[in-house]
T-cell receptor, first 116, second 115 residues
């Protein structure tokens, strides 16, 4: 079965410290992988995506993620967190059934708090 | 080019009432989907469509109905609303079959409360 696991429900990081959000997936074929961010009361913003090629993917706002096939992981990282990064982060894999382009499977999310 | 437009943005329903959440895109996208978002659950797929006249069920389809008579519109119908359907609903669209690199566009969400 296709699934996404985000093991950490809530993480608190000091401003300026590094960040790593974990994502593990189960998918029968080569996955397409995504990280989205959502601020309270807002919609989803795409941070980055992986389809093929270089396993280290650069995204917006200074985020990067590394695809590790052997570990079925796609962890999100940022070297120095800013207070404005406080939000909820979602990892997603797709497409469902290898055909439906917008049908993604989302993890349950990780809430990031940033302390001063 | 308005992107993905969802209406209404906020709605309060009484148990048993029916309603339709509208989703429209003006980008000629073939793929469209509906998700619901609940606290601690992430986004869960309700229904999706790969083109006009073609729809399929996602992870949580019960209580919802969809149709895709045009490329532009993908309405989500609640046939008899239940408090368990209180949620935030997101519509998404994407251009082109066989084009995994194309961007998925999400609407801004529709907040639904069933009392």
């Amino acid at each position: 079965a296709q699934s996404v696991t985000q093991p950490d429900i809530h993480i608190t990081v000091s401003e300026g410290a590094s960040l790593e959000l974990r994502c593990n997936y189960s998918y029968g074929a080569t996955p397409y992988l995504f990280w989205y961010v959502q601020s309270p009361g807002q919609g989803l913003q795409l941070l980055l995506k992986y389809f093929s090629g270089d396993t280290l993917v650069q995204g917006i706002k200074g985020f990067e993620a590394e695809f590790k096939r052997s570990q079925s992981s796609f962890n999100l990282r940022k070297p120095s967190v800013h207070w404005s990064d406080a939000a909820e982060y979602f990892c997603a894999v797709g497409p469902l059934n290898n055909q439906a382009g917008t049908a993604l499977i989302f993890g349950k999310g990780t809430t990031l708090s940033v302390s001063s | 080019n308005a992107g993905v437009t969802q209406t209404p943005k906020f709605q309060v329903l009484k148990t048993g009432q029916s309603m339709t959440l509208q989703c429209a895109q003006d980008m000629n996208h073939e793929y469209m989907s509906w998700y619901r978002q609940d606290p601690g659950m992430g986004l869960r797929l309700i229904h999706y469509s790969v083109g006009a006249g073609i729809t399929d069920q996602g992870e949580v389809p019960n209580g919802y109905n969809v149709s895709r008579s045009t490329t532009e519109d993908f309405p989500l119908r609640l046939l008899s609303a239940a408090p368990s359907q209180t949620s935030v609903y997101f519509c998404a669209s994407k251009l082109g079959r066989g084009a995994p690199g194309n961007t998925i566009y999400f609407g801004e969400g529709s907040w639904l409360t069933v009392v």
